[in-house]
């Protein structure tokens, strides 16, 4: 019997944390942001300086896919809006977030297929997860996190 999926972000908050117990595994999502971060700026500036039109329709389709995705991912499949998000970065500089992109999702995989041994939460929720992992590692930048306490209730 199927597992009946999560039906807002506050309930997915505490899944996504219990996924994410290994503070090994949270450091490498910390660093997968970092790297989609710097290079998501590297590119953005790249493409400011060629084509501001261009960058400026890219990351409002990105924006705009994200927002409606999260507000719909409860209840529709997401993968069409992760599908525009994704097509709106690439249209900007393809090469540059293709790269972003990889390079995060590599530091988070290793996490959970290997540290963690468990499947990313990615596949199932891939926009909460994704700003799960934000939140995550905004929660690391003022010193949460980073050992096996203080995982918000969640052990």
Aim: glycine share 10%; proline share 6%.
């Amino acid at each position: 019997m199927a597992t009946p999926r999560i039906q807002s972000f506050r309930a997915f908050w505490p899944y996504y944390l219990a996924e994410h117990r290994q503070p090994r595994s949270r450091v490498l999502h910390f660093f997968g942001t970092v790297t989609w971060l710097v290079l998501f700026g590297i590119a953005a500036h790249s493409t400011w300086q060629t084509d501001p039109t261009r960058l400026a329709i890219g990351l409002g389709t990105f924006t705009a896919a994200l927002v409606i995705g999260f507000l719909l991912e409860p209840r529709h499949n997401p993968v069409v809006f992760v599908a525009i998000a994704i097509g709106g970065v690439l249209y900007t500089d393809p090469l540059r977030f293709g790269i972003a992109i990889i390079g995060a999702y590599a530091f988070a995989w290793v996490g959970h297929f290997v540290i963690e041994k468990n499947r990313p939460a990615t596949f199932s929720y891939p926009i909460w997860s994704l700003v799960g992992d934000h939140l995550m590692f905004l929660s690391m930048l003022v010193g949460r996190f980073w050992t096996g306490n203080d995982m918000g209730g969640v052990e």
